[in-house]
């Protein structure tokens, strides 16, 4: 009995580290810095804590419905959900990018002054409007599909760890459990810290290019590790 009920601590445990996969990273930084109060500790909690609990119902929803019918995730689609996470990671990245470049120009004309010297040149737009259910509903979805990749792998541990369903669909559930306290720190993190670097509107802007930039990479790696990883040995 104790070692079932360490295995479930462990379960969420590891959920809260598993945040910080560097896909995970990317995928919600390009997120945070895309969004239209970036700077905002509490909206950057909201948004990981949406995040993880798209992986989550994902987890459980597929891990849950393989651990009570015993079956195995099939390689191919394994792999064929790896994908679309790479495909989603460089799409996540190509638009933060367009958006930090679109945005440059947008706003209304301010003076700026280097010292005694002033110019005038374009700001970010004063408002950003973005609906709540938009706000909701991509890092669910984003969190969705890297729980649908994760299902495969996370169903096999669970088989090889736990003796029961009952444990196994808990762990599962712990684990996503883990993972939302985790994301949720991670992109609170992440927001705090836009507000420090991203002091002026240009570093907000390069800051945004770079992190679409990464998740760009992320994604192409990510795209042949799944290709490499289907084909015949």
Known sequence: MFATLGGLLLGLLIGLRHAFEPDH???VSTLVVGHH????????????????????????????ALVISGAVLPDPISAAFELVVAVMLVALGVRG???ALRIAG???VHAHAHGDRTHHHAGPPEHIHARGRTFALQPLVVGIIHGMAGS??????????????????????LF?????????LVSGIASASL????????????????IGALSILVGIFW????????LPA
């Open 106 to 108: 947008a706003g209304p």
């Open 152 to 173: 495969g792998a996370m169903t096999a541990m669970v088989f090889a760890e736990l003796p029961t369903t009952a444990t196994r669909v808990a762990y599962i559930a």
């Open 176 to 184: 996503g459990a883990g993972s939302i306290v985790g994301m949720a």
């Open 97 to 99: 990018i367009l958006r």
């Open 195 to 210: 507000g420090k670097v991203a002091v002026t509107y240009r570093w907000r802007r390069d800051f945004g290019v770079a």
């Open 37 to 64: 109060a970036p700077c905002d500790p509490r909206r950057g909690v909201m948004l990981g804590a949406l995040w993880g609990l798209g992986h989550t119902l994902a987890l459980v929803a597929i891990g849950g």
């Open 25 to 27: 990273l990317a995928a």
């Open 223 to 230: 795209g042949c590790q799944a290709v490499i990883a289907s």
